[in-house]
């Protein structure tokens, strides 16, 4: 006898760690993952410059949105992603995972909260064990949006 099971609706992210957060981001936008490259920045900015490839990528500074201070990552690597008319990127301590996680897990963080914290740019949360003998973690899906917002 054949039982009828329907397979739960997963999406791909990528998740990673900055400072005590886990972040993650649909693994569909993301174009390319290389190490760390010499990123231009004047002063004080959330934003800075690189190269990939013959192209400009706008550099937000994700790690100082959030907590207020540059990151000290010398070696670490640059996620870059698509904007509708350019690429952009966020710096990362360590290489990412990439994860199944179900559109079950998926729940969006109360506006409340978006309102009036630095995590205003995740536009939900979920529990997902991170590495297969780990406990569940919290981790906040980045609204791709509000980031490019904060790029212009």
Not at 47 to 65: F, M, P, S
């Amino acid at each position: 006898m054949l039982i009828n099971q329907k397979k739960e609706e997963t999406l791909k992210f990528l998740i990673f760690s900055m400072g005590n957060l886990h972040l993650a981001m649909g693994i569909d936008s993301v174009i390319r993952i290389i190490p760390l490259p010499q990123i231009h920045r004047s002063g004080d900015k959330l934003l800075g410059i690189a190269t990939y490839e013959g192209r400009e990528v706008l550099v937000i500074d994700l790690y100082k949105r959030i907590y207020g201070k540059e990151s000290q990552i010398s070696k670490g690597f640059l996620v870059i992603f698509a904007g509708r008319q350019s690429w952009y990127g966020i710096t990362i301590a360590s290489l990412p995972n990439v994860q199944d996680v179900p559109l079950s897990l998926l729940q969006p963080v109360p506006p409340e909260y978006r309102d009036r914290d630095t995590l205003g740019i995740a536009s939900h949360m979920m529990q997902v064990s991170i590495r297969k003998s780990e406990q569940l973690q919290t981790v906040f899906l980045l609204d791709g949006e509000l980031l490019l917002k904060m790029a212009s």
